[in-house]
């Protein structure tokens, strides 16, 4: 079942940078089609209670297809870029998506956009989980039909909080909080 995998990402928003911003380099253009698919892609999660879940996967699938195409062809350069092919490939289906969304998260970051520490840290998470290890960062909620909120398998003695937070990650008593909140708001 796609959707308790795919909640977890509708419900875990991005986290306001904690650091000071980093330039990010005016002689790299931002991809006017690359954006337009980021905004594509966060527009079809605006309201998850009526998402269908099959129409959506069909246009991630493509959105997949037509950043890998911009990736392939060398049209995107900017921090922007990367950033947003990052969140397009965040919502993939296999291991290798995820892994690829790091990859691109780290891009972003290296040219200037540091609040891409929050899904570098998010798709190394989903990545792990994905081939049967612990995340380590906190960043993927699931709730099992019938059962609790949970972050398991989560490593949580791998990373200090002081860590946590200079990728944009809440400590892990906010991670706690938070799973006890969406457990009394949606049991």
């Known amino acids: 079942m796609r959707f308790p ?14 650091g000071p911003a980093a330039a990010q380099d005016p002689d790299r253009t931002t991809n006017a089609e690359m954006t337009a698919i980021f905004d594509a892609d966060q527009a079809a999660r605006d309201k998850p209670a009526t998402i269908d879940w099959e ?3 069909a246009a991630d699938k493509a959105r ?16 922007d870029d ?5 969140y397009v490939f965040q919502h993939g289906e296999a291991p290798e998506d995820f892994l690829k969304a ?40 699931r709730h099992p039909p019938k059962e609790k909120w949970t972050q398991e398998p989560y490593r949580r003695d791998l990373l200090s909080d002081a860590i946590r937070k200079a990728s944009g990650v809440p400590p892990l008593a ?10 009394r708001e949606w049991p």
């Open 55 to 57: 129409v959506l996967g």
């Open 102 to 141: 790091h990859a691109l998260a780290i891009v972003a970051v290296a040219r200037g956009k540091p609040e891409a520490s929050w899904i570098a840290a998010a798709t190394l998470d989903r990545y792990l989980q994905n081939i049967g290890q612990p995340q380590i960062y906190g960043t993927q909620f």
């Open 5 to 18: 995998f795919a909640a977890l990402l509708l419900i875990c928003a991005t986290p306001a940078w904690a």
């Open 82 to 86: 990367f950033y947003h092919a990052a």
């Open 174 to 183: 906010e991670q706690d909080k938070q799973r006890e909140d969406w457990e």
């Open 64 to 79: 997949r297809a037509r950043t890998q195409a911009l990736l392939d062809t060398g049209a995107l350069d900017s921090a």
